[in-house]
């Protein structure tokens, strides 16, 4: 739940920031702040000017090598400023692309880490949180929540790509199915708390039988999936027999 406090909070620190968003130019963050920077430089220059045109004491061959002065130095300064602005600002704008570019494309970007003020933080903090996030992403779109095995997805996937490897082995692929026979019966009467037990349990069993090569996946609510490398027929004895044992 939200605490209106803290929206408050927020709303009162962003007065600034709100008021400038309104400016129709310039439209970017980047180009406010120059802006800002701008209008703060030359103010000097314009005390200067004005003061330089009312004191009378001033011959006008005075007045004007002042003003240009100030204005050289003013402009100098103005430059370097607004350059270096521009860099210092670098660290938000390519975290607010990476994040712009990671949900339209899902490409996970690679800010820099090492550096410790806020703006590097900031790009820390959006790397760590956008490479979590893209795990849980594909957690939740590859395997199944219930028994944390690859769903009919990633088993297809990884099936295709075994199958792409088989040339460079000598080996045989047998692929097995495991049908729970009255999975839909326990659900009826114990009802689904137990159906995820059972779920699990034979998840875990199965997880028990295989082998770093083979494939385990839940492929409907009752089924299972199991890819097994074998160099012959005979060679599926042992792993079916493992199957079978309760």
Avoid: C, W
Avoid at 232 to 238: A, Q, T
Wanted: glycine fraction near 4%; proline fraction near 4%; aromatic fraction near 6%.
């Amino acid at each position: 739940m939200t605490n209106p406090k803290i929206i408050t909070s927020v709303t009162s620190q962003l007065k600034l920031y709100t008021l400038l968003s309104q400016l129709k130019l310039p439209k970017s963050y980047l180009g406010k702040i120059m802006l800002v920077a701008f209008i703060g430089t030359h103010i000097p220059l314009l005390s200067l000017f004005f003061y330089a045109i009312t004191v009378t004491s001033l011959t006008t061959d005075t007045k004007i090598k002042v003003l240009v002065v100030a204005l050289i130095a003013t402009l100098v300064g103005t430059g370097i400023t607004l350059f270096t602005l521009q860099k210092l600002l670098i660290p938000i704008t390519l975290t607010a692309k990476s994040l712009r570019q990671y949900l339209e494309t899902n490409k996970i970007p690679q800010l820099p880490t090492k550096f410790k003020d806020e703006a590097g933080v900031l790009m820390a903090d959006t790397q760590y949180s956008i490479g979590k996030l893209d795990e849980l992403i594909q957690q939740l779109k590859n395997y199944d929540s219930l028994t944390a095995l690859p769903n009919r997805l990633l088993f297809h996937r990884q099936l295709q790509q075994l199958i792409s490897e088989l040339p460079h082995y000598q080996n045989t692929l047998a692929i097995m199915l495991v049908d729970l026979d009255g999975f839909q019966n326990i659900n009826n009467i114990f009802g689904h708390e137990s159906g995820d037990f059972v779920l699990r349990h034979v998840s875990q069993k199965l997880s028990q039988h295989i082998t770093k090569r083979d494939i385990l996946a839940r492929v409907s609510s009752d089924e299972f999936a199991l890819v097994h490398s074998v160099t012959s027929v005979e060679g599926l004895n042992r792993p079916l027999a493992k199957l079978n044992t309760r």
